[in-house]
């Protein structure tokens, strides 16, 4: 199946949905290995947070979970990366939690317009303007070939890296990590990525 990009439509749920939207994308969540991400998590997320999702033709291609930042979880985000000083923190930042497309619709730039479209959506303006800021935290993928995976939308899409985190799945023992099998002791690591506006633009 080959999707077109300029025809699907983004938008986000507010957790009024009908359960079966919920259940449609928790299919999808588990489906890339992301079992956590249940009907009830992902409409207390789209209540209290934002899910962002790229629909077509009243079908869900895929979705992104988003979340502002404090000065406090970014410090401690710092000190799971082990050095302090590691993300400077310039002003208010976004965080880009999970990116998940659906199979059949991967390495088609969905992942990338939510990526973009996201960073530059008004509903995240800050005081008249965006977010200098935003930050996303990925699995590092298994093999040297990143094709399909969340780590290279954001790498194509101005991310670099500022460090790895260890136990990336730890915080949760419902998330089953696919490398190790492990529910809530996994040690493996995950990787911390910042977008700098200026740099990008």
Not at 90 to 108: A, M, T
Not at 131 to 147: G, H, Q
Request: hydrophobic share 35%; with cysteine; glycine share 8%.
């Amino acid at each position: 199946m080959t999707t077109d990009t300029k025809t699907f439509r983004a938008g986000t749920l507010t957790g009024e949905e009908d359960e079966e939207n919920y259940e449609v994308l928790a299919r999808l969540a588990k489906s890339a290995g992301k079992g956590a991400l249940t009907p009830l998590v992902l409409r207390s997320w789209a209540t209290l947070n934002r899910v962002w999702v790229a629909e077509q033709d009243e079908k869900f291609l895929g979705f992104l979970l988003t979340c502002p930042l404090s000065t406090l979880e970014l410090w401690q985000w710092n000190q799971k990366l082990g050095e302090e000083e590691q993300i400077l923190v310039s002003g208010p930042c976004l965080h880009l939690v999970d990116l998940v497309i659906e199979k059949n619709s991967r390495n088609c730039g969905i992942g990338s317009e939510l990526v973009r479209g996201i960073l530059e959506h008004e509903k995240y303006d800050n005081q008249g303007g965006k977010y200098p800021l935003a930050v996303a935290t990925s699995r590092i993928p298994s093999s040297e070939n990143t094709k399909g995976t969340s780590f290279h939308v954001l790498l194509s899409n101005n991310f670099i890296e500022v460090g790895t985190i260890k136990g990336f799945y730890r915080d949760s023992e419902e998330w089953t990590c696919r490398d190790c099998s492990d529910k809530g002791a996994c040690d493996c690591l995950g990787v911390m990525m910042m977008y700098k506006r200026e740099e990008a633009e």
